[in-house]
């Protein structure tokens, strides 16, 4: 406890002349450049009990804004998929986007960051898809 308590006061020091912007782990490099030997799991706990935190860069991603002031509306199709008649119910799924590598994939297309190696190595060289011949 009682190297806790000098640790502590090293710390706060590094991380105060540091505009309190470090976190843990680079609290813990800092004390090893100073010679002081503590595991990064004692810095970071001790960092935990005086409240101590580093910045957080970035921000959170928010896909949806919900509007909380109006009711949530009740399922369509409360999960019954099946209809009588052909058009009576049309469902679609969201759940796999594309992004660039899956349209490049899908259209057959050479990443760009693959085309060194396609020049390297002419068996890479990506299939184009068949014209269809007319029946």
């Known amino acids: 406890m009682r190297r806790d308590a000098g ?3 090293k710390i706060r020091k590094i991380w105060s002349d540091n505009r309190k912007l470090y976190g843990a782990r ?3 490099h800092a004390l090893k450049r100073d010679n002081v030997a503590a595991a990064r799991c004692t810095v970071e706990r001790l ?3 005086m409240g101590l935190q580093g ?4 921000k959170k991603v928010i896909t949806t804004n919900p509007d909380t002031t109006r009711p949530c509306p009740d399922g369509k199709v409360n999960r019954e998929f ?3 008649r052909p058009n009576q119910l049309w469902v679609s799924d969201f759940t796999c986007p594309l992004n660039l590598l899956s349209m490049l994939f899908w259209e057959r297309r050479t990443p760009p960051w693959m085309e060194h190696r396609k020049r390297r190595n002419p068996r890479l060289v990506t299939r184009r898809p068949r014209s269809r011949k007319p029946a």
């Open 55 to 58: 910045v957080i860069r970035g």
């Open 47 to 49: 960092m935990r009990e």
């Open 7 to 9: 640790l502590k006061d």
């Open 26 to 28: 680079k609290v813990w």
């Open 82 to 84: 099946r209809a009588e």
